[in-house]
Structure formats: C-alpha cells, structure tokens
C-alpha cells in the first residue's frame, strides 16, 4: 500500500499471551500495522488512540470482556468490522454476540484460514472505501482552485 491513509490497521486483543503471540505473527501478514492488547480495557484505550481499521478480540478476559470492548467500540465507529474468537460456545454469549451484529465469530483453536478470509474481505473493503475518500478529497479540492 502506497500511503498512510490506505494502509490497514488490526487491534488484536486476546488475555492468553500464548495464542496472542501465535496469532498475531499471521495476522501482521494480512495488515500494514497490528496493535496488541492483553484484555478489553486496554483494547479500549488502544482503538481511542489508533483509530484501527479491523478488530479481532477474544470474549472471556480480565478487567474488561470482549463484548463490553466491543459496544463500548461500536458506540464511536458503528460500522467497525469486529471478529470474535472464542474457546466460549454457550448460547448465552452466541446470543449476545448475535445482538452486537458484528462480522464474525469464531471458535478457537481458530481455523486460520477462516480468519484470514475475513481480514481479506474487510482489507479490500477498506481500502476501496479509503481511495473513494481520497480521491473525492482531490476532486474537491480542484473544485477550489
């Protein structure tokens, strides 16, 4: 990607170092810069300050849940893409991620090439909707001249 504005940025946010170091050298391969944080409060903090493109986030962590992160997130950018990842299948915290509408949720150990395609999808997504920008940004800007 050639400039700041087209580059895609990840906030990954998983409590278990172990799976966040493992998955966060895959997924710098699908991005221009991945942010880690090791529960929601800090991945709260991390998205107010980095304005992320795409989020991935565990659910069960410390000091503050993935789906609290993630409505707390979605109160600022509602059209975020936000992907669960979770060893949690009961049907209440389905239902709770069902309710938030986000754009995946997965089960660890989670299938890399299931994540991978989401990352793709929302990457190219992204990058189209920031050239549009660009470039009407351009366009208007030869306007006044």
């Known amino acids: 990607m050639d400039t ?8 990954y946010v998983e409590d278990e170092e172990g ?16 942010i880690g944080a ?7 903090k991390l998205y107010k300050e980095h304005n992320p493109d795409i989020i991935v986030t565990d659910i069960k962590m410390p ?5 609290d992160m993630a ?10 893409p936000i992907v669960f990842t979770t060893v949690h299948n009961e049907t209440s915290v389905r239902y709770e991620v069902l ?7 997965l089960l660890q150990p989670v299938l890399i090439k299931s994540l991978i395609d989401k990352i793709n999808k929302f990457s190219k997504n992204i990058s189209m909707e920031k ?9 208007q800007e030869q306007k006044d001249i």
Do not use: A
Not at 99 to 105: H, I, S
């Open 99 to 105: 309710e938030l509408q986000v754009d995946g949720y």
């Open 38 to 44: 090791c529960d929601g409060l800090e991945g709260l």
């Open 63 to 67: 000091n503050m849940n993935g789906i």
């Open 19 to 34: 799976i966040r170091e493992g998955l966060s050298k895959t997924i710098r391969y699908f991005c221009d810069e991945l």
């Open 71 to 80: 409505k707390e997130i979605l109160k600022i950018s509602p059209d975020i």
């Open 4 to 11: 700041q504005e087209e580059k895609i940025i990840i906030l």
């Open 131 to 139: 050239i549009n920008k660009m470039q009407y940004v351009k366009i």
